[in-house]
């Protein structure tokens, strides 16, 4: 019966895909290098360790709207759930080297996104765990299907400048803010009502108002 070891050996952003994507480039070896494995049918669910990396004072003010303030994070911080992917390996023997291709948003509404972007540099700790399907013949030659045990996970560094360079890449100088729909109707309203040509300035009078209201 297989038996896979699984790693993930590095990362870059895919250049040129419909939306932004990062692909973990990943290790399977089989414990019997004779065996011949006909399909593995992987399955990955992506957590990133917060604890396991340091925080600066710049990273903690940023990270505020995340996980609260920074005396409180001894009982914030907690896993948060990237995303769930998945591949398909052809046959083999012995090991194969497929890609784990992860999609990435620019939404500030997601958990994942505000962390990334309140990160200033360093790495991404993060955890990868899998499940799936093994096709293989006994050896009798009769078609079998084994479950990928439970327990198969790896970690893996991510590099947080690989995913910074592919916004940069997919969305240069540019920030996605999704509204409630009310909410931006109030806001186009606004817009149409002072004669103003684009969102930014838009926006950047409401911010100069408030301020002025402020200092009054």
């Not at 990362?11 to 089989?30: C, D, K, R, S």
């Not at 019997?32 to 399909?39: I, S």
């Not at 899998?130 to 045990?149: D, H, L």
Request: net charge negative.
């Amino acid at each position: 019966m297989p038996d896979l070891s699984i790693t993930v050996t590095k990362a870059a952003a895919v250049q040129f895909a419909a939306t932004p994507m990062i692909a973990f480039e990943t290790l399977l070896q089989n414990a019997d290098p004779q065996e011949t494995l006909y399909t593995v049918a992987l399955r990955c669910q992506i957590q990133i360790e917060v604890v396991r990396r340091k925080y600066g004072a710049g990273d903690q003010e940023k990270l505020r709207d995340l996980f609260g303030e920074p005396e409180r994070w001894g009982q914030t911080l907690r896993p948060l759930l990237w995303t769930h992917a998945s591949v398909v390996a052809p046959q083999f023997t012995g090991s194969a080297v497929v890609s784990i291709q992860v999609p990435c948003t620019f939404d500030f509404n997601v958990a994942t996104t505000k962390y990334f972007n309140g990160l200033a540099d360093g790495d991404i700790p993060l955890c990868l765990m899998f499940s799936g399907t093994v096709f293989y013949a006994n050896e009798e030659g009769a078609m079998r299907i084994a479950p990928i045990a439970w327990n198969k996970e790896t970690r893996f560094r991510l590099p947080l400048k690989i995913w910074q360079d592919m916004m940069d890449l997919y969305y240069p100088n540019t920030a996605w803010l999704n509204l409630r729909r009310d909410v931006f109707e109030r806001l186009q309203a606004y817009k149409v009502l002072h004669g103003i040509p684009s969102w930014e300035q838009t926006i950047e009078r409401i911010l100069a108002e408030a301020q002025e209201t402020v200092k009054a």
